[in-house]
Nanobody, 121 residues
Framework: QVQLVESGGGLVQPGGSLRLSCAASGNIFKITFMGWYRQAPGLQRELVASIVNVVTSNYADSVKGRFTISTDTAKNTVYLQMNSLNAEDTAVYYC???????????????WGQGTQVTVSS
């Protein structure tokens, strides 16, 4: 099995910054997708940033220019650098990874447990 461990959430003032980390461990042959989702109370979960095959990144319109997704392939870790945070960024952030555990195993999606980000004065 594969485990995703998230860290970096917390309370920050408007305009501040946070960096989230998500490390994948377990039986990993290849990771083809890593992304960050968020869900605020009363709202649907949304994809905020993703990276596919290490080289192709995508961002939700609401975070373009403020958030940056990156990976450390040697550590099977994905990061989300969040700058210029505002109240609308308050949510539980979830890491997701699509992992192939072996050469002949099908890829499967895994979720982290979520980390709370609160932007408030």
């Amino acid at each position: 099995q594969v485990q995703l461990v998230e860290s970096g959430g917390g309370l920050v003032q408007p305009g501040g910054s946070l960096r989230l980390s998500c490390a994948a461990s377990g039986n990993i042959f290849k990771i083809t997708f890593m992304g960050w989702y968020r869900q605020a109370p009363g709202l649907q979960r949304e994809l905020v940033a993703s990276i596919v095959n290490v080289v192709t990144s995508n961002y939700a319109d609401s975070v373009k220019g403020r958030f940056t997704i990156s990976t450390d392939t040697a550590k099977n870790t994905v990061y989300l650098q969040m700058n210029s945070l505002n109240a609308e960024d308050t949510a539980v952030y979830y890491c997701n990874a699509v992992v192939q555990s072996g050469r002949w195993d099908p890829p499967k999606a895994y979720w982290g447990q979520g980390t709370q980000v609160t932007v408030s004065s």
